[in-house]
């Protein structure tokens, strides 16, 4: 396994390979590496020849009140799963290689980044746009990987790639949870140990919702309240959102329909934490 922290050494590599036929998985994470990203890294590995994974916390995404500062970060121990899942190359830059002096083009989405996490973030879906196109253009995967876990983004991303005419399969992956139910995230490493414990409300709020609409459950407005209605059983919490949108154009939505998510984002103490579920 290589790790590159050049543009131009990802594409000399990704060149040669793709001189010799192979097809290129793309991860992108922005590190501090659990069984989330490990499932997208598993999935990728199975059906491409090469896979890349690339590090990288991404200051555009973050607004400036928010936890870039802070972000976990460990490289070595990231290398060690990436090693450990059969990645071939991460690819972990700099800002300064990936934004350098003067940088001034954006890509920028409107509708379905104006709901739920675009909201409370406002910069957020820009900066993630941006990234990940110039990942795309950089490493030029067939195929890309990226977890439900943050189901806006995924959505985004799909979008970006079919109004940009991108030609890059985008592959969603499950959420991937710890035995208790609590989703997998590198910010859970914020929580104490009491709030690791105030934490389970988001999944239990979300298997609350996703078994009221496979209950038949037709109107969203008594979802979205049952769901709070738990969450504020627990003080710790305090809800940013809880929301039903289309499932494609993240637009809110008064019955069930298919494809329906409902999404969530909780602040746990100073921790923002987001679930959903999809029905399909
Ligand atoms: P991040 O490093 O948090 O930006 O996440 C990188 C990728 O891993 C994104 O596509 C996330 O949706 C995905 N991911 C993060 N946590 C999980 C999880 N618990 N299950 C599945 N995918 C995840």
Not at 1 to 11: C, F, L, N, P
Not at 159 to 174: Q, R
């Amino acid at each position: 396994m290589k790790v590159v922290s050049t543009i131009e050494d990802v594409r000399a590599q990704v060149k040669a390979w793709k001189k010799e036929g192979c097809t290129i998985g793309y991860v992108p994470t922005m590190g501090y590496l659990h069984e989330g990203h490990a499932s997208l890294m598993e999935r990728a590995r199975k059906e491409n020849d090469k896979v890349v994974v690339s590090i990288f916390v991404n200051p555009m995404q973050f607004g400036p009140t928010e936890d870039l500062a802070s972000y976990p970060r460990d490289l070595e121990k990231d290398s060690v799963l990436c090693e450990k899942m059969g990645v071939d190359l991460i690819f972990h830059p700099e800002p300064e290689e990936m934004y350098h002096e003067g940088f001034s083009s954006f890509v920028d989405m409107t509708v379905l980044t104006e709901e739920l996490c675009g909201l409370s973030r406002p910069v957020h879906f820009r900066g993630v746009c941006t990234v990940v196109c110039k990942f795309f253009h950089i490493v030029t995967p067939d195929r890309a990987y990226f977890g439900q876990k943050d189901a806006q983004q995924l959505a985004v991303i799909r979008h970006m790639v079919d109004d940009l005419s991108m030609d890059i399969e985008i592959v969603g992956c499950p959420i991937v949870r710890e035995e208790d139910g609590l989703a997998k995230s590198s910010r859970n490493t914020y929580l104490s140990a009491e709030e690791r414990k105030a934490a389970l409300i988001l999944s239990k709020s979300i298997a609350l919702g996703k078994k009221m609409a496979e209950d038949g459950e037709k109107d969203t407005t008594t979802i979205v309240n049952a769901m709070t209605k738990l969450i504020e059983t627990e003080p710790l919490a305090k809800i940013d959102y809880v929301k039903a949108v289309d499932g494609l154009t993240m637009q809110q939505i008064k019955e069930v329909k298919k494809p329906m998510l409902v999404a969530i984002a909780v602040y746990i103490g100073k921790t923002r934490l987001i679930d959903n579920f999809i029905l399909e």
